[in-house]
């Protein structure tokens, strides 16, 4: 009998925590978003997400839909609404940018806050992905490290530093946020300088990966002389990539 009501709570737990979930709807092209993420926001009672992030999925958000736009100054006050919804039984998607575990853990904390519990995710397409493809770099190869985030940046920009002296690659997304926390591929590249890393690692900065595809090639060093917009990711490559290891080409290919 109590083995039961333990599976009864269950079971209502489940039922409970899955009228809410959060997706990653891709690196801003609504091309990117998977199958089962569409269908989830067209089934949806309550889509919510950042204004940029909604404005890339408009197009598959039913007319029904109640939609909750929040920016960082208001997210705590407009998740709360969400929160609300969800326990009052409608079924809410929260829309992340790219996948969710790249850049949006911190966001997805304070969704489960606002709920008072975990809540379902579903992964996403991120930019980092994109660029690997784009630049041909192998993840086995490549660290993925991101600044886009509130809190202390010292342990990451540390981390990053030991990425590059280990021979690996390194994918980085920047912190375009005020001046006073700012780590743009300037100031990502002048750290790195500072502490030893040299200045010849080639460098690359895409911008709007998905849309006008602007892209930047040159050196660490050559990097702290350019700007470049929020919507910025980088790619500094080792100085000693690692040979392939695949077999040898038959001789009368290599000839």
């Known amino acids: 009998m109590h083995r039961n009501k333990q599976s009864e709570l269950k079971l209502y737990k489940k039922e409970e925590t899955s009228m809410i979930i959060c997706i990653g709807a891709g690196p801003g092209d609504v091309g990117y978003l998977?199958?089962?993420?569409?269908?989830?926001?067209?089934?949806?009672?309550?889509v919510a997400g950042f204004n940029a992030v909604i404005k890339v999925?408009?197009?598959?958000?039913?007319?029904?839909a109640e939609v909750v736009l929040m920016n960082y100054r208001d997210q705590v006050a407009q998740l709360d609404l969400v929160a609300?919804?969800?326990?009052?039984?409608?079924?809410?998607?929260?829309?992340?940018?790219?996948?969710?575990?790249?850049s949006?853990?911190?966001?997805?904390?304070?969704?489960e806050r606002a709920c008072g519990h975990p809540v379902e995710s579903l992964p996403g397409i991120s930019s980092a992905q994109i660029l690997a493809s784009r630049a041909k770099v192998c993840f086995d190869e490549t660290t993925f490290i991101t600044f886009h985030r509130?809190?202390?940046?010292?342990?990451?920009?540390?981390?990053l530093v030991h990425v590059l002296n280990d021979a690996r690659n390194?994918?980085?997304?920047?912190?375009?946020?005020?001046?006073?926390?700012?780590f743009m591929p300037p100031h990502i590249a002048?750290?790195?300088?500072?502490?030893?890393?040299?200045?010849?690692?080639?460098?690359?900065?895409?911008?709007?990966?998905?849309?006008?595809?602007?892209?930047?090639?040159?050196?660490?060093?050559?990097?702290?002389?350019?700007?470049?917009?929020?919507?910025?990711?980088?790619?500094?490559?080792?100085?000693?990539?690692m040979e392939s290891q695949i077999e040898a080409a038959p001789l009368a290919l290599a000839n």
């Not at 006008?212 to 919507?231: I, R, V, Y």
């Open 104 to 111: 949006g853990f911190q966001y997805l904390e304070r969704v």
């Open 84 to 102: 609300a919804a969800h326990h009052a039984g409608k079924k809410c998607v929260v829309v992340f940018m790219g996948d969710i575990h790249f």
């Open 190 to 241: 002048a750290y790195l300088l500072e502490n030893g890393v040299s200045p010849d690692h080639p460098t690359e900065v895409w911008e709007n990966l998905t849309r006008a595809e602007a892209e930047w090639h040159g050196t660490l060093a050559e990097c702290m002389q350019k700007e470049f917009s929020d919507m910025s990711i980088m790619l500094i490559r080792t100085l000693t990539p």
């Open 34 to 46: 998977t199958q089962r993420g569409a269908e989830l926001i067209r089934d949806a009672d309550v």
């Open 170 to 182: 390194a994918i980085v997304i920047p912190c375009p946020w005020d001046a006073a926390r700012s």
């Open 150 to 159: 509130r809190g202390d940046l010292t342990p990451f920009k540390k981390h």
């Open 57 to 64: 999925v408009e197009s598959v958000i039913p007319a029904t």
